[in-house]
C-alpha cells in the first residue's frame, strides 16, 4: 500500500516503474534536499548518486551545516529530481504547461561513519558525475584523511514515487 506521501492525486501522470525511476535518478545532474530543523524548512540543491544494492541516496558535502546537522540527528528529508521536457502553448493561458519527468523520495538521511562505504559511496559519486575519470589514473582515490572533513551522508529510501506529464 502506497504511503500517503507519495499518493498522486493525477493517476494518469503516475509512474510506478522502478526501472524508470532508478534511470531518472542515474541521468539527472542533481535534487533538490529538503529538511525541517525547529520548524523552518531548509532546500538545498546537491549532487547525488543512487545505490541500488542499498536503495539509497549518498551525498556528500562539509563536516558542517545544516545538511550534515540535520543528519546527524537523522532527520526526514525529501529530495525531488526533474527533467523539464518541452514547454506547452496553448490559445488560452490556464493550458500552458510544460513536460516534465520527476521523482520524488522520502527517507531518512545519516552520517556514514564506515571507512569502506564513505569510499564506496564517494566513489559512486565520481562514477556518475565524471564516468570518463578513473581512480588512480586521473586522480587520488578518497584517503582516510579525506573523510575527516568530508561528510557522507546517505539518505535511506522509504517511499518514492515517479510522475511524468507528456501531453
Not at 93 to 121: C, M, P, Q, W
Not at 135 to 157: E, Q
Request: contains cysteine; proline residues 2%; hydrophobic residues 40%.
Amino acid at each position: 500500500m502506497k504511503n500517503a506521501l507519495t499518493k498522486m492525486r493525477r493517476h494518469d501522470r503516475e509512474v510506478t516503474d522502478k526501472d524508470w525511476i532508478i534511470a531518472l535518478l542515474n541521468r539527472a545532474d542533481y535534487g533538490v534536499l529538503a529538511t525541517c530543523k525547529d520548524g523552518q524548512p531548509f532546500t538545498v540543491a546537491r549532487n547525488f548518486s543512487y545505490d541500488a544494492k542499498k536503495h539509497a541516496i549518498y551525498f556528500h558535502g562539509a563536516r558542517k551545516g545544516r545538511t550534515f546537522e540535520s543528519a546527524k540527528v537523522g532527520a526526514l528529508a525529501n529530495l525531488n529530481v526533474s527533467e523539464m521536457g518541452e514547454l506547452i502553448v496553448s490559445d488560452r493561458a490556464k493550458n500552458f504547461g510544460v513536460h516534465y519527468k520527476s521523482v520524488v523520495i522520502f527517507g531518512r538521511l545519516s552520517i556514514i561513519e564506515d571507512t569502506d562505504e564513505a569510499k564506496d559511496a564517494l566513489q559512486l559519486l565520481m562514477d556518475k558525475h565524471f564516468p570518463k575519470l578513473r581512480p588512480d589514473a586521473d586522480y587520488t582515490p578518497t584517503t582516510d584523511n579525506d573523510l575527516k572533513v568530508t561528510a557522507v551522508i546517505r539518505m535511506d529510501i522509504d517511499e518514492w514515487s515517479g510522475k511524468e506529464k507528456k501531453d
